[in-house]
Antibody, heavy 119, light 107 residues
């Protein structure tokens, strides 16, 4: 059974940092692209970042470029999102999602984790 | 960036009705489109990918069509568990983009 479990969320002050992790199980992690998306309270879905199976191809939304860093460890089946210089508008539920092979859909999603940026 | 526009933003329907919603891309995306269902407080769930391919275990009352810039999701014979918000997403090029959603509500 495919499972994705996010961790690392919480409350952080503006300008602060937070590192989200997504632990995967039930599939061969390195064979799949992985994604992060977010959803601000009461709003729609927003793509954040994606990484290829090898980690060699990385993309970011303009809204997070230069502040967020995506990475993966295929030996540990983990996907990370390092978030720096956080702003109030980064407040959202963050989801990790598995791609469909090497295609950038989200065919399985984690349960989501809340990040709140507030003083 | 490719903008994805969904319509209507909400629709009221009864159990047993057929519901169709649309997703329009600001430029051609071939068939690189997915549809998701999201219920309140839950993660989204993939329903359809590549515009018309049903994800495993998704009921056959869901169907998708279209290519290029115009796409539709149809739910035939709406069931109580189908009341939710539906999003489209293009996977043709980065940045990946989602539509604003269509909320299916109980009439």
């Amino acid at each position: 059974e495919v499972q994705l479990l996010e961790s690392g969320g919480g409350l952080v002050q503006p300008g602060g940092s937070l590192r989200l992790s997504c632990t995967a199980s039930g599939f061969t992690f390195s064979n799949y692209v992985m994604n992060w998306a977010r959803q601000a309270p009461g709003k729609g879905l927003e793509w954040v970042s994606s990484i290829s199976g090898s980690g060699g191809n990385i993309n970011y939304a303009d809204s997070v470029k230069g502040r967020f860093t995506i990475s993966r460890d295929n030996s540990k089946n983990t996907l990370d999102l390092q978030m720096n210089s956080l702003r109030a508008e980064d407040t959202a539920v963050y989801y990790c999602g598995r791609g469909r092979g090497n295609i950038y859909y989200f065919d399985f999603w984690g349960q989501g984790i809340l990040v709140t940026v507030s003083s | 960036d490719i903008q994805m526009t969904q319509s209507p933003s909400s629709v009221s329907a009864s159990v047993g009705d057929s519901v169709t919603m649309t997703c329009r891309a600001s430029q051609g995306i071939s068939s690189w489109l997915a549809w998701y269902q999201q219920k309140p407080g839950k993660a989204p769930k993939l329903l359809i990918y590549t515009a018309s391919t049903l994800q495993s275990a998704v009921p056959s009352r869901f169907s998708g069509s279209g290519s290029g810039t115009d796409f539709t999701l149809t739910i035939s014979s709406l069931q109580p568990e189908d009341f939710a918000t539906y999003y489209c997403q293009q996977a043709n090029r980065f940045p990946l983009t989602f539509g604003g959603g269509t909320k299916v509500e109980i009439k």
